[in-house]
């Protein structure tokens, strides 16, 4: 079975810093897709960023992107600039290729300092 | 931008009652999915429904939930008789496709939290 693990309960950074935010999954396909998803207060699920398991270059979307390290089975995210907005809980998420279900791990509260 | 609707957004409900959550997902989308969120805990899998029929359930989906679609444009899930625990916050998501990119990108509702007393 697939499995997400968020090993940072909580991070912090302050604002204008650099913060990186870890993720490892376990699977035995080789063709799947990973997410980040933000969760505010709202507890609204938000899709931050999607990586495909096929593709070597690591996604970026504006301030966010990925450090997808495949062998490693490892799919960090990187925050650059944080703002206060960008205080959330943040999940990481696997679904294989024609899968179904999306698999969350746990999640990180990330905290940011004015 | 198109979105994920869901109402209502919170519901308080008694145990043994039935509740139906509603969902509109994005129009063209062809795969619905319904998660939930207890408070402080992951978010889990409940269902996923395709082609008007569940194409996956997880063991949490007993026979206590039903999904349908009833028209062209609701997702619902029933829950029969409520029980305590299942308070929390569900999610229904959709996605356009299989098999490319943003084709497998499910995006999610804004949740109705579910209370059950």
């Known amino acids: 079975a697939q499995t997400v693990t968020q090993s940072q309960p909580e991070m912090s950074v302050q604002e204008a810093e650099t913060v990186t935010l870890s993720c490892t999954y376990d699977?035995?396909?080789?063709?799947?897709?990973l997410f980040w998803y933000k969760q505010p207060p709202s507890r609204q699920m938000i899709l931050v960023i999607r990586?495909?398991?096929?593709?070597?270059q690591n996604a970026t979307e504006n301030r966010f992107s990925v450090n997808f390290q495949k062998a490693a089975k490892s799919f960090s995210l990187k925050i650059s600039d944080s703002q206060l907005g960008d205080a959330a809980m943040y999940f990481c998420?696997?679904?294989?290729?024609?899968?179904?279900?999306?698999?969350f791990g746990a999640g990180t509260i990330l905290r940011v300092k004015s | 931008e198109p979105e994920v609707t869901q109402t209502p957004s919170h519901q308080v409900t008694q145990m043994g009652q039935e509740v139906i959550l509603r969902c509109v997902p994005i129009s063209n989308h062809l795969y619905f999915y319904w998660y939930r969120q207890i408070l402080g805990q992951k978010v889990e899998f409940l269902v996923s429904f395709y082609n008007n029929e569940i194409s996956e359930k997880s063991e949490i989906f007993d026979d206590q939930f039903s999904v349908e679609r009833p028209d062209g444009s609701n997702f619902t899930l029933k829950i029969r008789s409520t029980k305590l625990e299942d308070s929390a916050m569900y999610f229904c998501?959709?996605?356009?496709?299989?098999?490319?990119?943003?084709?497998?990108?499910?995006?999610f509702g804004p949740g109705t939290r579910l209370l059950v007393l």
């Open positions: 699977t035995s396909e080789s063709d799947y897709y």
């Open positions: 998420a696997y679904v294989m290729e024609y899968g179904n279900k999306l698999v």
């Open positions: 998501a959709s996605k356009p496709g299989q098999g490319a990119g943003v084709q497998e990108t499910q995006y």
């Open positions: 990586q495909e398991a096929y593709k070597q």
